[in-house]
């Protein structure tokens, strides 16, 4: 099955990526989110980053403008383009705001159309039981999308070889690497990366050491390319407590709880960069 046509549901941090890295590979790209000011939020983040590929000369002027031109937007999935052969879903991690439009589009699309949820940890089975279990995966990209290789491409129960097969070539063929992943709690990037990050507030909660110290140490003593602290900012704590809830109900086990500092400071609206403020500060 070629894909050339494909929705990216969701134009935040990942999904704007997501439809940066598929433009720029010449695919036609619609991109979809609720209101215009996040669509066109998403359309000046994926300008910004084709602008540091030109500084960089990564791309020319001319990439850029046809990377840009190979998105369309809208904000209604009703308006999801029917020869769309995959649909990307990259909106906020709730399992029933997911659902919610895997059971829309259903009756949109039509059946050969491949369903994959960026998720970062929810069920894909459990995703995809009311749509298309077996033309439904997880594709996994991970943050800044342009930049990062990896691909964790998740089968859940029902996936089929075929369906399997045509996303990891579609990763390959974006310049990314995919890695074969069961459908657990977490899969395997969250698994291991987010009860670190956890740690880290544990850490900061309990007055180990200074949120900067906690990150310097994680940098200059294990080689880490960014502490967890700046790290969980730049991936959103809302994200992190969302991934964390699901590790913790997924395998019922008490070491997986979110710390209670992560939790208030996402009630708090401390998300980390997309709110100016997280661990750190940002202009
Ligand atoms: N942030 C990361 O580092 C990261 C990395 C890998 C995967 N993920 C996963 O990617 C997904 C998106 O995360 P994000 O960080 O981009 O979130 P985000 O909050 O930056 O963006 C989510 C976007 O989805 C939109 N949205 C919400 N409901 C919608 C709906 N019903 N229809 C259309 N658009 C809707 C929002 O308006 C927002 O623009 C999540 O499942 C997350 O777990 C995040």
């Keep these: 099955m070629a894909i050339k046509n494909v929705t990216v549901i969701g134009a935040g941090t990942m999904g704007s990526g997501i439809a940066q890295v598929f433009a720029a590979n010449g695919f036609n790209v619609t991109l979809v989110d609720t209101e215009q000011i996040y669509i066109d939020k998403g359309i000046k983040t994926i300008s910004s980053s084709l602008d540091r590929q030109i500084k960089k000369n990564i791309i020319t002027v001319d990439q850029k403008d046809a990377t840009l031109k190979n998105i369309v937007t809208s904000t209604h999935l009703e ?16 399992k029933s705001a997911k659902l919610s439009i895997y059971n829309m589009l259903n009756n949109i699309l039509n059946q050969d159309c491949i369903f994959a ?5 929810i069920s894909i089975t459990e995703l ?16 800044p999308v342009p930049m990062m290789q990896l691909v964790e491409i998740i089968r859940g129960y029902a996936t089929t070889d075929a369906t399997f097969e045509v996303i990891k070539q579609l990763a390959i063929s974006l310049g990314k690497i ?22 880290a507030i544990f850490a900061l909660y309990e007055g180990v050491a200074s949120a900067q110290d906690i990150d310097t140490v994680m940098k200059l003593g294990m080689n880490h390319p960014m502490g967890p602290l700046t790290l969980a900012d730049f991936i ?45 500060k940002y202009d």
């Design 79 to 94: 308006s999801i383009p029917n020869n769309t052969e995959l649909i990307i879903e990259a909106i906020v991690e709730n």
């Design 117 to 121: 949820s960026n998720t970062s940890s």
């Design 128 to 143: 995809a039981a009311s749509t298309r279990p077996d033309r439904f995966i997880g594709m996994h990209f991970m943050n």
């Design 178 to 199: 995919p890695v074969e992943v069961f459908d657990y709690p977490g899969f395997v990037a969250n698994r291991i990366l987010m009860p670190m990050i956890n740690e």
């Design 236 to 280: 959103g704590l809302d994200v992190c407590l969302a991934i964390m809830e699901v590790l913790y109900d997924g395998f019922n086990d008490s070491k997986y709880r979110p710390c209670p500092l992560l939790k208030k400071m996402v009630a708090a609206g401390k998300l980390g960069r997309k709110s100016k403020e997280g661990f750190f």
